[in-house]
């Protein structure tokens, strides 16, 4: 039995939901893989939505970004954070490098944590990256970033092998690269079938918030409510306004729909069919909501995340792909929504139609490794 070890950041979801479309098409080409997955991401995720077995081991392998909330992140914590990670890279490697030993690796996935693959290194085992960015560029591009810049760099440079995904940034240190299809979630029910189990009107336009578990502070949910023309989609649990509070179904009013994400699980449905079921998806770029939208033919109306470098790349590139407008931060937190969706969703259809089956490309690249 081979053992293949998967490392998703831990920075969002994207990162880890893509990893598990990988697996699946692993475990569909050959279901006695052993497959471990290392990553400080919520285990439920890969309880809901990995199509075979597997083993979950909690690890925090990257520092990622210091995030304030969905739309800002702290650049001298980020900055702090990863120097400080370089500086007890080679300790920690050590360390994991035992634990890929004692796993009896025969190959490791990273995406795309410098530790996974320095470990790998010195535990002998063959590695691969697997991403749409690099952290080395991630941080160079921040004052005080270049130590960490250089240090990430230099592993990546050692594992040479990367499997390269659209929209992309970094990779100047790798020496063998291959480019995929976008990896993303399909939805494989019919929207109406999804609309009807779920309660969701019919004939009626959708707006689905998703903006990942750090909420949204001050947005304002009594204007959200007065949205003419579409019925906005927010899942229970998210914080939202000034004190943070969870939203609930009791905040149910005119057009602002809260959305019980567990009991959708719970009757089999996953989020990805709830995308395909909504006309428009509002929230931060983000590579994961991106293919996702592309891959079930969804509009995605955006607004800035801040400081983050990949912004920009995926902001140039997305208009290929979907349909897609910008709002600001002023009228996204002044529920001023409604003239922007309505934008959104007047657009033709994107000029590009790209293969979204990168996930059955990867796993073969994989098992050739």
């Not at 920690?92 to 796993?103: F, H, P």
Request: glycine share 8%; proline share 6%; aromatic share 8%.
């Amino acid at each position: 039995m081979r053992t293949i070890v998967v490392y998703p950041s831990s920075h969002g979801f994207g990162h880890a939901s893509r990893n598990i479309e990988v697996i699946n098409a692993l475990l569909a080409r050959d279901p006695d893989l052993s497959i471990v997955v290392r990553t400080a991401v919520a285990e439920w995720l890969f309880q809901r939505t990995v199509r075979g077995p597997y083993r979950y081991q909690r690890l925090e392998a990257d520092p990622g970004i210091v995030q304030i909330d969905s739309l800002r992140m702290d650049l001298d914590a980020t900055v702090a954070r990863a120097t400080e990670y370089v500086r007890r890279l080679d300790a920690a490697a050590d360390t994991e490098a035992r634990v890929l030993r004692d796993l009896r690796a025969d190959l490791v996935v990273a995406d795309m944590p410098p530790l996974a693959l320095a470990a790998a290194a010195r535990a002998g085992v063959p590695a691969v990256a697997l991403g749409n960015f690099t952290w080395d560029w991630i941080y160079a591009a921040y004052p005080g970033g270049e130590e960490a810049a250089a240090r990430i760099g230099d592993v990546y440079a050692a594992t040479g092998r990367a499997l390269r995904l659209p929209m992309w940034g970094g990779f100047a240190r790798f020496r063998d690269i291959v480019d995929l299809p976008f990896v993303a979630r399909h939805s494989r029910r019919d929207p109406e079938e999804t609309r009807r189990a779920l309660g969701l009107p019919a004939g009626e336009r959708l707006a689905l918030v998703s903006f990942g578990g750090y909420g949204l502070d001050a947005l304002d949910l009594d204007a959200l409510s007065r949205v003419e023309g579409h019925r906005i989609l927010v899942s229970t649990g998210t914080r939202v306004g000034p004190d943070r509070r969870p939203l609930t179904a009791a905040d149910a009013r005119g057009s602002l729909l809260p959305l019980d994400e567990p009991t959708m699980y719970e009757r089999g449905f996953l989020y990805e069919d709830l995308v395909r079921a909504v006309d428009v998806v509002v929230t931060k770029p983000g590579y994961g909501i991106i293919a996702e939208c592309i891959a079930n033919d969804t509009a995605l109306l955006y607004t800035s995340r801040g400081h983050f470098v990949e912004y920009d790349v995926l902001v140039r590139e997305m208009p290929r792909y979907l349909r897609t407008a910008y709002f600001d931060h002023d009228e996204l937190f002044a529920g001023r929504w409604g003239p922007h969706l309505d934008r959104v969703l007047a657009q033709p259809a994107p000029p590009e139609r790209p293969r979204t089956d990168g996930a059955e490309a990867a796993a073969e690249r994989v098992l050739e490794i």
